[in-house]
Nanobody, 125 residues
Framework: QVQLVESGGGLVQAGGSLRLSCAAS????????MGWFRQAPGKEREFVAA????????YYADSVKGRFTISRDNAKNTVYLQMSSLKPEDTAVYYC??????????????????WGQGTQVTVSS
């Protein structure tokens, strides 16, 4: 059974950068679409970024476009989210999720079948 474990979260000042990792274990995810979502306190979980199996096709929420980059290393069974120019409004718990054999373009939570436990990102002003 596949499991997802996020890491790389932490406290950073506004304008700074962080790289989140999502490592999959139990089976390969090289044919699966992967996504990142986030949930801020008191808000619903929202889409951040997604990538198809090859990583060639990527999709972003408007709020992070140009600042965040999703990538994947299928040899390492890992997906990354490079976050730059961070803002206080980026503060949230970040989750990675897998859409088994999906196209990699979905922004809908319901399309993702498995989720990690989340990692906290806090951006101070």
């Amino acid at each position: 059974q596949v499991q997802l474990v996020e890491s790389g979260g932490g406290l950073v000042q506004a304008g700074g950068s962080l790289r989140l990792s999502c490592a999959a274990s139990g089976r390969t995810i090289r044919l699966d679409a992967m996504g990142w979502f986030r949930q801020a306190p008191g808000k619903e979980r929202e889409f951040v970024a997604a990538a198809g199996w090859s990583g060639d096709r990527t999709y972003y929420a408007d709020s992070v476009k140009g600042r965040f980059t999703i990538s994947r290393d299928n040899a390492k069974n890992t997906v990354y989210l490079q976050m730059s120019s961070l803002k206080p409004e980026d503060t949230a718990v970040y989750y990675c999720a897998v859409d088994f054999l999906g196209p990699g373009s979905s922004r809908r939570e319901d399309d993702y079948e498995l989720w990690g436990q989340g990692t906290q990102v806090t951006v101070s002003s």
